[in-house]
């Protein structure tokens, strides 16, 4: 298993396009989860799915933002009518069903610019 | 509402040195509390998890501590090396984690 895959690693679109992101979490884990990360500040938490429901979406996550796990296994996120101020690293996780006693893996993010 | 804050936000040290940065929180009902490294522009490596019934855990060079009562954490990094630097970020569990805004640490030769 090679860890937590996300695709592309880099994104440049022009605002008001769509883009869409992928991850491949590790295969045996059940939970994944999104973040965005601007400059200079620590993740944030976009929403997380426990197989293929989705269960929690934070406030962030606004209406342009969808994101989909079919069959539980790979994730995607969407954006559509993007802004620039949504430039920023988007990074998926992935934990087993406890993930609060074996910790997050992490993978290594895509960098959205939006021009 | 948990709030992560990282102290300091920046550290530059020569080699050799040993380094303690630290962590609070402002909720101690916490399941667990994981470290990070971050190198420019890459994803989020794990460092060190404890739980919130541990006080310690150790790998290597690094031993982070955990004092719930307080809202406190500190990694501490033994005798620093330049391959050290690279932002350390905190984040609290469990389910979504909440991250501080980490410290960026340069260890020169």
């Known amino acids: 298993d090679t860890g937590v895959s996300q695709n592309p690693r880099h994104k440049i679109t022009k605002r008001g396009q769509n883009v869409t992101f992928r991850c491949d979490p590790i295969s045996e884990h059940n939970r994944l989860y999104w973040y965005r990360q601007t400059l200079g500040q620590g993740p944030e938490f976009l929403t997380y799915?426990?197989?293929?429901?989705?269960?929690?979406k934070s406030r962030l996550l606004s209406d342009r933002f969808s994101a989909e796990r079919p069959k539980g296994s790979f994730s995607t996120l969407e954006i559509q009518r993007t802004e620039q101020g949504d430039s920023a690293m988007y990074l998926c996780?992935?934990?087993?069903?406890?993930?609060?006693?074996?910790?997050?893996?992490f993978g290594s993010g895509t960098r959205l610019t939006v021009v | 509402k948990q709030e992560v804050t990282q102290i300091p936000a920046a550290l530059s040290v020569p080699e050799g040195e040993n380094l303690v940065l630290n962590c609070s929180f402002t909720d101690s009902a916490i399941y667990n509390l994981q470290w990070f490294r971050q190198d420019p522009g890459k994803g989020l490596t794990s460092l060190l998890l404890?739980?919130?019934?541990?006080r310690e855990q150790t790998s290597g060079r690094l031993n982070a501590s955990l004092d719930k009562s307080s809202g406190r954490s500190t990694l501490y990094i033994a005798a620093s090396q330049p391959g050290d630097s690279a932002t350390y970020l905190c984040?609290?569990?469990?389910?979504?984690?909440?991250f501080g805004t980490g410290t960026r640490l340069q260890v020169f030769p």
């Open positions: 996780a992935s934990s087993l069903p406890g993930g609060a006693v074996y910790g997050y893996t």
């Open positions: 984040a609290v569990g469990p389910d979504k984690l909440i």
């Open positions: 799915f426990q197989n293929e429901a989705q269960l929690e």
């Open positions: 404890i739980q919130s019934s541990q």
